[in-house]
Nanobody, 121 residues
């Protein structure tokens, strides 16, 4: 499974961005896609996840109320709509495919290359 993340960029605080993650295929062994992020000098952290089949979602506390994860099964694409962005959201955002909507990065077997999100104050 190959994943391609896109949509990052530079935005002012309070602005919005929509990230996209297109997968080469969906498999029974990797029915969920998640977004993680990693800021300079910090560990990679979970942002949100969604299952292809039933659309079940999971969000980190930092994402609740501001970010929305969704999927388009016909396009094999998962989106992360990010609103009310803050400078603390600045990071490289990665998408990953795994067995379920969980927060632990090791549970995701396949990873994309990442897209940079920079939020200026």
């Amino acid at each position: 499974v190959q994943l391609q993340a896109s949509g990052g960029g530079l935005v002012q605080a309070g602005g919005s961005l929509r990230l996209s993650c297109t997968t080469s295929r969906r498999t029974f062994s990797s029915p969920a896609v998640a977004w993680f992020r990693q800021a300079p000098g910090k560990e990679r952290e979970f942002v949100a996840a969604i299952k292809w089949t039933d659309g079940n979602t999971l969000y980190a506390d930092s994402a609740k109320g501001r970010f929305t994860i969704s999927r388009d099964n016909a396009k094999n694409t998962v989106y992360l709509q990010m609103n009310s962005l803050k400078p603390d959201d600045t990071a490289v955002y990665y998408c990953a495919a795994g067995r379920g909507t969980v927060v632990a990065a090791p549970e995701y077997a396949y990873w994309g290359q990442g897209t940079q999100v920079t939020v200026s104050s």
